[in-house]
């Protein structure tokens, strides 16, 4: 028959053994919630920056178009006001037509200037873009690391391993 102390001590080891394992599994769920909790939050982040990138894209591009409206009409004003003024002054031919296309130039190379800025800025949104990408990748690796779950297996072993030695330990005082 089994003594009191051993069988005691052996209790006492499996329930030690038995708790710490329910332990560490409710670790490991609630590390999956917040893991899971993180992810959706980051998902969301990266959504609102994508969202205030290209609204930002959106207010340069009409920025841009607005000026380069506003360029041509004030150009064409400009060539209307160079043609009559030229006609009050008696001048005509070759002279007129030469300073409507200085104007004309003018306002193409001014017009050329804006869209480049504009195609530049394009390219740094698609950069700004695939940037944020790669830093929600990284942010979403870092937060959905491996979650130490606890095996059962190893659990019963434990469990038995301490019941063992909690009985070793007692037939041990018994001797004593």
């Known amino acids: 028959m089994c003594d009191p102390v051993s069988a005691t001590l052996a209790v006492v080891g499996v329930a030690s053994s038995m708790s710490q394992y329910a332990g560490q599994r409710k670790q490991a769920q609630q590390q999956q919630r917040y893991q899971s909790q993180a992810a959706g939050a980051e998902r969301q982040r990266f959504i609102q920056e994508q969202s205030a990138l290209r609204m930002r894209q959106a207010q340069e591009q009409e920025a841009m178009n607005a000026e380069l409206g506003d360029i041509a009409l004030k150009s064409r004003e400009a060539i209307s006001r160079y043609g009559v003024s ?20 003018e306002w193409l190379n001014y017009s050329t200037r804006i869209t480049r800025q504009q195609e530049l800025q394009n390219i740094n949104a698609g950069l700004a873009l695939t940037d944020a990408g790669y830093r929600t990748q990284m942010n979403q690796i870092g937060i959905n690391k491996p979650i130490d779950r606890p095996s059962f297996l190893t659990g019963v072993l434990g469990a038995t391993q301490a019941g063992v030695s909690g009985y070793a330990t007692g037939m041990q005082i018994k001797k004593s």
């Open 86 to 105: 030229a006609g009050e002054a008696g001048v005509s031919g070759a002279s007129v037509a030469m300073g409507g296309e200085d104007l004309t130039r």
